[in-house]
Protein backbone atom coordinates (compact mmCIF):
# COMPACT_ATOMS: atom_id res chain seq x y z
CA UNK A 1 0.00 0.00 0.00
CA UNK A 2 1.73 3.57 -0.91
CA UNK A 3 -0.02 6.41 1.43
CA UNK A 4 0.68 10.10 0.59
CA UNK A 5 1.38 12.83 3.17
CA UNK A 6 0.38 16.40 2.77
CA UNK A 7 2.76 18.64 4.81
CA UNK A 8 5.29 16.21 5.21
CA UNK A 9 7.90 18.15 5.88
CA UNK A 10 6.63 19.22 9.33
CA UNK A 11 8.18 17.77 12.81
CA UNK A 12 5.19 15.54 13.53
CA UNK A 13 4.13 14.44 9.59
CA UNK A 14 7.95 13.84 9.21
CA UNK A 15 7.72 11.28 12.17
CA UNK A 16 4.37 9.51 10.72
CA UNK A 17 6.24 8.86 7.97
CA UNK A 18 9.31 7.79 9.74
CA UNK A 19 6.75 4.93 11.38
CA UNK A 20 4.50 4.45 8.26
CA UNK A 21 8.12 3.51 6.11
CA UNK A 22 9.47 1.77 9.11
CA UNK A 23 5.54 -0.27 9.17
CA UNK A 24 6.55 -1.76 5.67
CA UNK A 25 4.59 1.27 3.99
CA UNK A 26 5.53 2.69 0.70
CA UNK A 27 5.57 6.67 1.45
CA UNK A 28 5.51 9.58 -0.80
CA UNK A 29 4.50 13.65 0.37
CA UNK A 30 4.86 16.82 -0.45
CA UNK A 31 4.98 20.17 1.47
CA UNK A 32 5.72 23.80 0.45
CA UNK A 33 8.42 24.49 3.11
CA UNK A 34 10.98 21.80 3.19
CA UNK A 35 13.78 22.70 5.67
CA UNK A 36 16.15 20.79 7.65
CA UNK A 37 16.46 18.66 10.27
CA UNK A 38 13.30 16.95 8.84
CA UNK A 39 13.93 17.03 4.75
CA UNK A 40 17.37 15.48 5.28
CA UNK A 41 15.40 12.83 7.75
CA UNK A 42 12.85 12.09 5.17
CA UNK A 43 16.07 12.17 2.69
CA UNK A 44 17.92 9.07 4.37
CA UNK A 45 14.88 7.09 4.64
CA UNK A 46 14.25 7.93 0.80
CA UNK A 47 10.98 8.90 1.00
CA UNK A 48 9.85 10.64 -2.29
CA UNK A 49 9.30 14.46 -1.50
CA UNK A 50 7.82 16.83 -3.94
CA UNK A 51 7.94 20.59 -3.60
CA UNK A 52 4.45 22.14 -3.35
CA UNK A 53 0.60 20.96 -3.28
CA UNK A 54 -0.05 20.68 -6.53
CA UNK A 55 -2.65 17.81 -7.05
CA UNK A 56 -0.97 15.67 -9.92
CA UNK A 57 2.09 15.35 -6.88
CA UNK A 58 0.03 12.65 -5.57
CA UNK A 59 -0.02 9.57 -7.23
CA UNK A 60 -2.79 7.56 -8.51
CA UNK A 61 -1.77 4.47 -7.06
CA UNK A 62 -1.94 6.26 -2.99
CA UNK A 63 -4.62 4.14 -1.33
CA UNK A 64 -4.69 6.51 1.39
CA UNK A 65 -3.36 10.73 2.18
CA UNK A 66 -2.44 11.80 5.37
CA UNK A 67 -3.07 15.09 5.60
CA UNK A 68 -1.35 17.80 7.88
CA UNK A 69 -3.25 20.38 9.79
CA UNK A 70 -0.98 23.18 8.13
CA UNK A 71 -3.20 22.56 5.29
CA UNK A 72 -7.28 24.03 4.73
CA UNK A 73 -9.83 24.52 2.25
CA UNK A 74 -8.55 26.20 -0.87
CA UNK A 75 -5.31 24.42 -0.98
CA UNK A 76 -5.58 22.73 -4.60
CA UNK A 77 -4.76 19.51 -3.35
CA UNK A 78 -7.46 19.61 -0.21
CA UNK A 79 -9.74 20.28 -2.82
CA UNK A 80 -8.50 17.45 -5.49
CA UNK A 81 -8.63 14.94 -2.74
CA UNK A 82 -12.04 16.15 -1.58
CA UNK A 83 -13.39 16.05 -4.94
CA UNK A 84 -11.77 12.24 -5.70
CA UNK A 85 -13.38 10.48 -3.19
CA UNK A 86 -10.04 9.15 -2.16
CA UNK A 87 -9.24 7.76 2.00
CA UNK A 88 -8.33 10.44 3.58
CA UNK A 89 -7.09 10.42 7.68
CA UNK A 90 -5.24 12.92 9.89
CA UNK A 91 -1.66 12.04 11.16
CA UNK A 92 -2.70 11.84 14.86
CA UNK A 93 -5.66 9.34 13.56
CA UNK A 94 -3.33 7.33 11.62
CA UNK A 95 -1.09 7.33 14.85
CA UNK A 96 -3.85 6.05 17.03
CA UNK A 97 -5.49 3.75 14.49
CA UNK A 98 -2.28 1.94 13.47
CA UNK A 99 0.69 2.58 16.12
CA UNK A 100 -1.22 2.82 19.43
CA UNK A 101 -3.35 0.07 19.73
CA UNK A 102 -1.89 -2.39 22.08
CA UNK A 103 0.71 -0.24 23.29
CA UNK A 104 1.61 1.58 26.51
CA UNK A 105 1.36 5.21 25.67
CA UNK A 106 2.81 7.86 27.55
CA UNK A 107 2.22 11.48 26.40
CA UNK A 108 4.24 14.29 26.92
CA UNK A 109 2.07 17.64 26.53
CA UNK A 110 2.27 21.23 27.25
CA UNK A 111 2.90 24.85 26.00
CA UNK A 112 6.70 24.34 26.05
CA UNK A 113 9.42 21.64 26.43
CA UNK A 114 7.58 18.45 24.88
CA UNK A 115 10.43 17.49 22.73
CA UNK A 116 13.13 17.72 25.04
CA UNK A 117 11.34 16.32 27.81
CA UNK A 118 9.91 13.55 24.89
CA UNK A 119 13.74 12.69 24.31
CA UNK A 120 14.91 12.53 28.03
CA UNK A 121 12.42 10.16 27.98
CA UNK A 122 12.94 8.14 25.61
CA UNK A 123 17.03 8.39 25.92
CA UNK A 124 15.98 7.19 29.71
CA UNK A 125 13.92 3.91 28.77
CA UNK A 126 16.76 2.88 26.59
CA UNK A 127 19.39 3.15 28.79
CA UNK A 128 17.36 1.06 31.28
CA UNK A 129 16.99 -1.62 28.29
CA UNK A 130 13.62 -1.14 27.25
CA UNK A 131 13.49 0.02 23.21
CA UNK A 132 10.37 2.05 23.79
CA UNK A 133 8.78 3.59 20.49
CA UNK A 134 8.32 6.94 19.99
CA UNK A 135 7.48 10.13 18.17
CA UNK A 136 9.33 13.47 18.69
CA UNK A 137 8.81 17.17 17.00
CA UNK A 138 12.54 16.87 16.27
CA UNK A 139 15.38 15.17 15.68
CA UNK A 140 17.28 13.63 19.03
CA UNK A 141 20.56 13.82 18.04
CA UNK A 142 20.98 10.34 20.14
CA UNK A 143 18.53 8.72 17.99
CA UNK A 144 18.48 10.13 14.99
CA UNK A 145 15.21 9.69 13.91
CA UNK A 146 12.32 11.90 15.39
CA UNK A 147 10.19 8.47 15.65
CA UNK A 148 10.68 4.92 15.70
CA UNK A 149 8.56 1.51 16.39
CA UNK A 150 10.16 -0.09 18.95
CA UNK A 151 9.93 -3.69 19.92
CA UNK A 152 8.80 -2.46 23.30
CA UNK A 153 4.97 -2.16 24.73
CA UNK A 154 6.41 1.75 25.71
CA UNK A 155 5.41 4.23 23.09
CA UNK A 156 6.64 7.64 24.03
CA UNK A 157 4.49 10.34 22.00
CA UNK A 158 5.01 14.29 21.63
CA UNK A 159 1.53 15.37 22.62
CA UNK A 160 0.75 18.31 21.16
CA UNK A 161 -2.57 20.77 21.66
CA UNK A 162 -2.79 22.44 18.06
CA UNK A 163 -5.95 20.97 16.14
CA UNK A 164 -5.57 17.97 14.57
CA UNK A 165 -6.50 19.06 10.29
CA UNK A 166 -9.10 21.34 8.19
CA UNK A 167 -12.27 18.22 9.05
CA UNK A 168 -11.17 17.57 12.91
CA UNK A 169 -10.73 20.64 15.08
CA UNK A 170 -9.98 18.86 18.54
CA UNK A 171 -6.42 19.17 19.79
CA UNK A 172 -4.11 16.39 18.58
CA UNK A 173 -3.53 15.29 21.74
CA UNK A 174 -7.03 13.52 22.25
CA UNK A 175 -6.33 10.80 19.85
CA UNK A 176 -3.70 8.95 21.73
CA UNK A 177 -5.59 7.61 25.15
CA UNK A 178 -2.22 7.54 27.13
CA UNK A 179 -1.95 5.51 30.03
CA UNK A 180 0.58 8.00 31.46
CA UNK A 181 0.21 12.26 30.75
CA UNK A 182 3.21 14.82 31.64
CA UNK A 183 1.42 18.18 31.97
CA UNK A 184 4.89 19.92 31.46
CA UNK A 185 3.29 23.51 31.96
CA UNK A 186 0.11 25.56 30.21
CA UNK A 187 0.22 29.31 28.56
CA UNK A 188 -1.48 31.05 26.06
CA UNK A 189 -0.29 30.05 22.63
CA UNK A 190 -1.50 29.57 19.00
CA UNK A 191 -3.57 32.41 18.98
CA UNK A 192 -4.77 31.82 15.45
CA UNK A 193 -7.14 28.66 16.72
CA UNK A 194 -6.98 29.61 20.69
CA UNK A 195 -9.16 32.61 21.57
CA UNK A 196 -8.02 32.55 24.94
CA UNK A 197 -6.00 30.57 27.60
CA UNK A 198 -9.63 29.06 28.76
CA UNK A 199 -9.82 27.75 25.42
CA UNK A 200 -6.60 25.57 25.89
CA UNK A 201 -7.60 24.81 29.53
CA UNK A 202 -10.64 22.99 28.23
CA UNK A 203 -8.51 21.67 25.59
CA UNK A 204 -6.33 19.87 28.16
CA UNK A 205 -8.74 18.52 30.37
CA UNK A 206 -9.64 16.56 27.07
CA UNK A 207 -6.65 14.99 27.64
CA UNK A 208 -6.94 14.73 31.09
CA UNK A 209 -10.82 12.72 30.88
CA UNK A 210 -8.36 9.90 28.78
CA UNK A 211 -5.79 9.03 30.94
CA UNK A 212 -7.37 5.99 32.69
CA UNK A 213 -7.48 5.35 36.71
CA UNK A 214 -4.79 2.97 36.41
CA UNK A 215 -2.73 5.24 34.68
CA UNK A 216 -0.74 8.10 36.21
CA UNK A 217 -0.60 12.00 35.88
CA UNK A 218 2.25 14.15 35.86
CA UNK A 219 2.03 17.49 36.62
CA UNK A 220 4.38 20.67 37.11
CA UNK A 221 3.43 21.38 40.37
CA UNK A 222 4.15 25.06 40.06
CA UNK A 223 1.87 25.88 37.53
CA UNK A 224 -1.42 27.43 38.41
CA UNK A 225 -3.00 26.80 35.12
CA UNK A 226 -2.63 22.85 34.98
CA UNK A 227 -3.94 23.11 39.02
CA UNK A 228 -7.14 24.94 37.02
CA UNK A 229 -7.54 22.42 34.76
CA UNK A 230 -7.31 19.18 37.19
CA UNK A 231 -9.96 21.59 39.33
CA UNK A 232 -12.25 21.20 36.47
CA UNK A 233 -11.96 17.02 37.35
CA UNK A 234 -9.69 14.66 37.36
CA UNK A 235 -9.73 10.55 37.66
CA UNK A 236 -6.64 9.75 37.74
CA UNK A 237 -3.41 9.53 40.25
CA UNK A 238 -1.64 12.54 40.46
CA UNK A 239 2.32 13.00 41.07
CA UNK A 240 3.40 17.00 40.79
CA UNK A 241 6.63 17.81 40.36
CA UNK A 242 9.28 20.78 40.69
CA UNK A 243 11.74 22.89 42.06
CA UNK A 244 10.20 26.12 44.35
CA UNK A 245 7.62 24.22 46.31
CA UNK A 246 7.71 20.50 48.07
CA UNK A 247 6.35 18.24 45.52
CA UNK A 248 6.47 14.09 44.66
CA UNK A 249 9.25 14.68 42.76
CA UNK A 250 11.66 17.50 43.61
CA UNK A 251 14.60 19.17 42.32
CA UNK A 252 17.07 20.90 44.10
CA UNK A 253 19.58 22.87 42.54
CA UNK A 254 23.48 22.40 42.88
CA UNK A 255 24.95 24.72 39.88
CA UNK A 256 22.27 27.58 39.39
CA UNK A 257 22.84 27.18 35.59
CA UNK A 258 21.12 23.62 36.06
CA UNK A 259 23.60 21.68 34.73
CA UNK A 260 24.12 19.43 38.48
CA UNK A 261 20.99 19.33 40.33
CA UNK A 262 19.85 16.22 43.01
CA UNK A 263 16.47 14.66 42.15
CA UNK A 264 14.42 14.06 45.05
CA UNK A 265 11.24 11.95 45.71
CA UNK A 266 8.62 12.41 48.32
CA UNK A 267 11.87 14.23 50.64
CA UNK A 268 14.21 11.38 49.99
CA UNK A 269 17.27 11.62 47.85
CA UNK A 270 17.35 9.79 44.62
CA UNK A 271 20.44 10.54 42.69
CA UNK A 272 22.62 13.67 41.51
CA UNK A 273 22.32 14.58 37.57
CA UNK A 274 25.18 15.89 35.58
CA UNK A 275 24.27 16.72 32.34
CA UNK A 276 25.52 19.06 29.63
CA UNK A 277 21.50 21.02 29.21
CA UNK A 278 21.56 24.38 31.25
CA UNK A 279 18.57 26.09 32.51
CA UNK A 280 15.47 26.09 35.22
CA UNK A 281 13.02 24.91 32.17
CA UNK A 282 15.43 22.07 31.51
CA UNK A 283 15.55 20.82 34.53
CA UNK A 284 11.90 20.70 35.16
CA UNK A 285 11.93 18.71 31.86
CA UNK A 286 14.12 15.90 33.30
CA UNK A 287 12.02 16.41 36.55
CA UNK A 288 9.17 15.13 34.43
CA UNK A 289 10.88 12.21 32.49
CA UNK A 290 12.24 10.82 35.37
CA UNK A 291 8.66 11.10 37.78
CA UNK A 292 7.41 9.12 33.68
CA UNK A 293 10.00 6.65 34.27
CA UNK A 294 9.02 5.71 37.85
CA UNK A 295 5.44 5.82 36.30
CA UNK A 296 6.63 2.75 34.29
CA UNK A 297 8.47 0.73 36.17
CA UNK A 298 11.87 1.69 35.52
CA UNK A 299 14.11 3.26 38.51
CA UNK A 300 15.30 7.00 38.45
CA UNK A 301 18.45 6.40 40.17
CA UNK A 302 19.48 3.24 37.62
CA UNK A 303 19.12 5.79 35.12
CA UNK A 304 20.54 9.15 36.17
CA UNK A 305 23.75 8.34 34.84
CA UNK A 306 22.84 8.49 31.44
CA UNK A 307 22.02 11.98 31.57
CA UNK A 308 25.50 12.78 31.26
CA UNK A 309 25.41 11.55 27.77
CA UNK A 310 22.39 12.59 26.50
CA UNK A 311 22.66 15.18 23.66
CA UNK A 312 19.47 16.53 23.30
CA UNK A 313 18.01 17.59 20.16
CA UNK A 314 18.54 19.71 16.89
CA UNK A 315 17.68 22.92 17.23
CA UNK A 316 17.43 22.86 21.26
CA UNK A 317 20.04 25.57 22.01
CA UNK A 318 22.44 23.58 19.15
CA UNK A 319 25.84 24.35 18.53
CA UNK A 320 26.63 25.29 15.48
CA UNK A 321 30.45 26.19 15.87
CA UNK A 322 32.74 28.66 17.27
CA UNK A 323 34.82 30.99 16.04
CA UNK A 324 37.85 33.09 17.48
CA UNK A 325 35.70 32.54 20.88
CA UNK A 326 32.33 33.56 19.28
CA UNK A 327 30.05 30.37 19.86
CA UNK A 328 27.04 30.40 17.79
CA UNK A 329 23.31 28.16 18.62
CA UNK A 330 20.80 27.34 16.85
CA UNK A 331 17.11 27.57 18.97
CA UNK A 332 13.59 26.36 17.91
CA UNK A 333 11.93 28.81 20.96
CA UNK A 334 9.72 31.15 19.88
CA UNK A 335 7.62 32.23 22.73
CA UNK A 336 8.13 34.71 25.09
CA UNK A 337 8.45 32.24 28.16
CA UNK A 338 10.82 29.87 26.39
CA UNK A 339 13.16 32.07 24.98
CA UNK A 340 13.52 34.15 28.44
CA UNK A 341 14.33 30.90 30.07
CA UNK A 342 16.50 29.94 27.81
CA UNK A 343 18.41 32.99 27.78
CA UNK A 344 18.57 32.48 31.51
CA UNK A 345 20.12 29.38 31.66
CA UNK A 346 22.69 30.58 28.98
CA UNK A 347 23.15 33.94 31.08
CA UNK A 348 23.59 31.40 34.04
CA UNK A 349 26.41 29.51 32.18
CA UNK A 350 28.13 32.39 30.24
CA UNK A 351 28.44 34.49 33.40
CA UNK A 352 29.66 37.64 32.24
CA UNK A 353 29.98 37.06 28.13
CA UNK A 354 27.71 39.15 25.87
CA UNK A 355 24.43 37.39 24.19
CA UNK A 356 23.45 38.12 20.98
CA UNK A 357 19.90 37.06 19.76
CA UNK A 358 19.23 36.78 16.30
CA UNK A 359 15.04 36.29 16.52
CA UNK A 360 12.99 35.63 13.82
CA UNK A 361 8.82 35.91 14.87
CA UNK A 362 7.64 33.32 12.72
CA UNK A 363 5.04 31.14 14.19
CA UNK A 364 1.40 32.20 13.95
CA UNK A 365 0.57 33.64 17.56
CA UNK A 366 3.78 35.90 17.08
CA UNK A 367 2.82 37.04 13.50
CA UNK A 368 -0.33 37.77 14.77
CA UNK A 369 1.11 39.47 17.29
CA UNK A 370 -0.30 37.56 20.66
CA UNK A 371 2.92 37.70 21.95
CA UNK A 372 3.87 41.05 21.00
CA UNK A 373 3.39 43.16 24.85
CA UNK A 374 5.45 40.34 26.35
CA UNK A 375 8.65 40.03 23.95
CA UNK A 376 10.42 42.67 24.85
CA UNK A 377 11.32 42.01 28.62
CA UNK A 378 11.70 38.30 27.19
CA UNK A 379 15.29 39.53 26.23
CA UNK A 380 16.58 41.05 29.39
CA UNK A 381 19.26 38.49 29.84
CA UNK A 382 20.59 40.02 26.21
CA UNK A 383 22.95 42.30 25.33
CA UNK A 384 21.90 43.02 22.12
CA UNK A 385 18.35 41.89 19.74
CA UNK A 386 18.42 41.88 15.98
CA UNK A 387 14.84 40.91 14.60
CA UNK A 388 14.11 39.73 11.29
CA UNK A 389 10.99 42.02 10.50
CA UNK A 390 9.36 40.39 7.50
CA UNK A 391 6.47 41.88 5.63
CA UNK A 392 3.33 40.87 6.88
CA UNK A 393 3.83 40.63 10.42
CA UNK A 394 0.49 42.22 12.29
CA UNK A 395 2.20 43.29 14.92
CA UNK A 396 4.33 47.44 15.37
CA UNK A 397 7.78 45.45 15.51
CA UNK A 398 9.28 49.23 16.52
CA UNK A 399 7.67 49.30 19.24
CA UNK A 400 8.48 46.05 20.24
CA UNK A 401 12.38 46.77 19.03
CA UNK A 402 12.15 50.39 21.30
CA UNK A 403 11.20 48.28 24.23
CA UNK A 404 14.09 46.54 24.79
CA UNK A 405 16.54 46.69 27.27
CA UNK A 406 20.20 47.29 25.55
CA UNK A 407 20.61 47.47 22.06
CA UNK A 408 17.78 46.11 19.75
CA UNK A 409 17.23 46.63 15.90
CA UNK A 410 14.88 45.23 12.87
CA UNK A 411 16.65 44.04 10.11
CA UNK A 412 14.29 43.67 6.77
CA UNK A 413 16.14 40.92 5.80
CA UNK A 414 18.59 37.90 6.26
CA UNK A 415 21.81 39.28 4.65
CA UNK A 416 20.77 42.60 6.64
CA UNK A 417 20.14 40.85 9.70
CA UNK A 418 23.34 38.82 9.40
CA UNK A 419 25.36 42.51 8.65
CA UNK A 420 23.71 43.83 12.24
CA UNK A 421 25.11 40.54 14.18
CA UNK A 422 27.91 40.92 12.62
CA UNK A 423 28.58 44.55 13.53
CA UNK A 424 27.92 43.60 17.18
CA UNK A 425 29.44 40.57 17.76
CA UNK A 426 32.89 40.45 18.57
CA UNK A 427 35.45 37.21 20.64
CA UNK A 428 33.73 36.07 23.39
CA UNK A 429 30.38 36.67 22.68
CA UNK A 430 27.12 33.77 22.99
CA UNK A 431 24.99 34.13 19.07
CA UNK A 432 21.59 32.64 19.49
CA UNK A 433 19.27 32.32 16.40
CA UNK A 434 15.91 31.52 17.44
CA UNK A 435 13.00 30.63 15.24
CA UNK A 436 10.28 27.63 14.76
CA UNK A 437 11.18 27.99 10.85
CA UNK A 438 13.88 27.76 8.65
CA UNK A 439 15.49 31.20 9.02
CA UNK A 440 16.48 30.93 5.87
CA UNK A 441 19.21 29.34 7.04
CA UNK A 442 20.39 32.13 8.93
CA UNK A 443 22.60 30.47 11.36
CA UNK A 444 25.04 28.83 9.40
CA UNK A 445 24.98 31.89 6.91
CA UNK A 446 26.14 33.93 10.09
CA UNK A 447 28.52 31.04 10.77
CA UNK A 448 30.28 31.09 7.29
CA UNK A 449 30.28 34.94 7.81
CA UNK A 450 32.27 34.85 11.10
CA UNK A 451 34.91 32.47 9.31
CA UNK A 452 35.38 34.98 6.44
CA UNK A 453 35.82 37.70 8.78
CA UNK A 454 38.01 35.65 10.43
CA UNK A 455 40.09 34.41 7.46
CA UNK A 456 40.32 38.05 6.08
CA UNK A 457 41.59 39.28 9.59
Given at each position: ?338 IATTLAGLRASAGGARIVVAMEPRSNSMRLGAHADALAPAFD ?77
Open positions: MKIHILGIAGTFMGGVAALARESGVDVEGSDQAVYPPMSTQLERLGIALRQGYAPEHVSDDAGEVIVGNALSRGNPAVEALLDSGRRYTSGAQWLAERVLPGRTTIAVAGTHGKTTTSTILAWLLQAAGRDAGFLIGGVPDDFGVSARLGSDPLFVVEADEYDTAFFDKRSKFVHYRPKVAILNNLEFDHADIFPDLAAIERQFHHLVRTVPGGGRLLVNGEDANLARVLGMGCWTPVERFGIDGDFDWNARLVEADGSVFELLHRGAAVGTVRWPLLGRHNVMNALGALAACAAVGVEPAAVIPALERFNSVKRRMERIGEIDGTVVYDDFAHHPTADADAVVFLHRPGLAWDAGRTVAAVRGDAVAAADVDALVDALLERTGPGDRVVFMSNGGFDDAPRRFFAALEARAGAG
